[in-house]
């Protein structure tokens, strides 16, 4: 579950202006990136002109985007692009790199160590789009206290952390995915997402959501939502949150691309 990260007066416009991803302070960019880039998640894959990289311009290239905070408390904005060849990890041998990018597992739990020598669990996954390993540190991953109404046992968050499919009552399932624009993927087109913040609900709603890894979305199945759901939607409008970002005005006009 990804909470918003980052305000938008926080980001960088004049980095985002010159990849033509703001302009005269607006940004120019769908709903569906805008909430990926504010939740700290990776946008989908767009295609961005006038880089420099390294003292090189780069006429036009295609990528992701995302945004880090650097040791200074400033917002980095990251490009992602499409690599010829992916970068296989040291944590990886050959047989499960090419698991991951040949689509046949969707991701491998491993542990490694860091530089100080402690030990920490780590998701990994491939994004076929741009050919690159994404790694997640499991214990930073915000598994949800309750998806649909219906409260996560200990094991189930468990499960959610470390990529795993959950199952509800309602015979809802997800999982997390780093490589997924939503960050979740699930056999309903939509769920909502709760977690407990100073003692109040902050919710989360996921809209047109992937199918699960290696499956496709029954029609039917995906868009009959339980009572959970719509009980979820009713509270959610009771307190009027406004972790959707839906708040946010933007122009529909962009010069990005798909």
């Known amino acids: ?146 998806v649909n109404n219906e409260f996560l046992t200990l094991a189930q968050k468990e499960k959610y952390r470390k990529g795993k499919e959950v199952e509800l009552a309602d015979r809802s399932k997800f999982n997390y995915s780093g490589t997924d624009l939503n960050g979740i993927r699930s056999n309903k087109l939509a769920l909502i997402a709760s977690i407990v913040i100073d003692g109040g609900l902050s919710y989360m709603v996921y809209k047109g959501l992937n199918a699960l890894f290696g499956e496709n979305h029954d029609a039917k199945e995906a868009g009959s939502l339980s009572p959970g759901y719509y009980n979820a939607v009713a509270d959610m409008e009771d307190e009027r949150p406004v972790v959707t970002n839906d708040h946010i005005r933007f122009d529909s006009k962009s010069r990005v691309s798909r």
């Open 1 to 146: 579950m990804n909470l918003i990260s980052f305000k938008e007066n926080d980001l960088p416009f004049r980095e985002l202006e010159t990849i033509g991803l703001a302009a005269g302070g607006q940004l120019l960019l769908n709903v569906n990136d805008l909430k990926a880039l504010l939740s700290g998640r990776r946008t989908g894959l767009m295609h961005l002109e006038n880089l420099e990289a390294e003292g090189i311009q780069i006429k036009a290239i295609d990528a992701k985007v995302s945004l880090r905070q650097n040791d200074q408390g400033k917002i980095d904005l990251l490009i992602h692009p499409i690599y010829r060849k992916p970068d296989t990890p040291d944590f990886l041998d050959d047989n499960e790199a090419q698991q991951l990018e040949k689509g046949e597992v969707e991701n491998f739990l491993k542990t490694t160590t860091d530089n100080k020598g402690n030990k920490k669990e780590i998701l990994v996954e491939y994004d076929s789009e741009t050919r690159e390993f994404i790694v997640s540190d499991t214990e930073k991953i915000m598994a949800p206290d309750m």
